[in-house]
Each structure stands twice: as C-alpha cells, then as structure tokens.
C-alpha cells in the first residue's frame, strides 16, 4: 500500500497562488486543480485548504468574491492580487533554491 504523499511544509500557500495565477477558481476548484496538475500526487485537504486561503485573504495575496459556479452553487472564487503575483515570484524563488541545495547534497558521495 503507497503511502499518501504529504506537501513540503511551506509548500500550500505557493501551490494556491500558482493555481490562482492561471484562473479565478472556488476553493474546491483549487483542490481539484492541484490535484489533477500533479498527477493526483497532492491531494489538499478541505482542513488544510481554507485556512490557508483564509491566511492568504489576510495577507493581501488573494481576494475573494461570490459567484455562481458551473454548477449554479453560489461559492467563494478567489483571485490572486498584484501583492500575491509578486509573493508568488518570491516564494517560486525561494522553492528553487531549496530543491537545488537538497540536490546537491543528495547528489554527493
């Protein structure tokens, strides 16, 4: 039996700015596009989803607004903001150097 993946810590809030970055989408959407874009690799959990979009709503990366979905339910759809395109550039930065150093270490001896 595999074991369920589990995201890096630090990893979530990118993940949705990244996902906010292609398309406005409701919290669910977001989960599904994760999901889907990783091979069904990363699940993000409703526990963990919304307080981080809640965090993001606070910290000037995300807005929100209600819409109606596809499927005439009203939901919160969520758009990144100029603040969060640039905390995306940052955070997309930070991840890069992080996985270059983990490599080289993995890489030695």
Do not use: C
Not at 14 to 39: E, Q, V
Not at 74 to 80: D, I, S, V
Not at 104 to 109: F, I, M, S
């Amino acid at each position: 039996m595999a074991k369920k993946s589990e995201l890096m810590p630090g990893t979530l809030d990118m993940l949705i700015l990244k996902t906010l970055a292609r398309a406005p989408l409701h919290g669910y959407g977001i989960a599904l596009s994760i999901k889907r874009l990783s091979d069904e690799v990363l699940t993000v959990e409703e526990g963990s989803l919304y307080p981080a979009l809640q965090r993001l709503l606070l910290q000037g990366w995300v807005r929100a607004e209600w819409k109606m979905t596809e499927t005439n339910r009203r939901a919160r759809f969520y758009t990144l903001t100029l603040e969060g395109r640039q905390q995306l550039g940052l955070e997309v930065s930070q991840f890069e150097q992080m996985i270059a150093a983990i490599g080289r270490v993995l890489a030695e001896g």
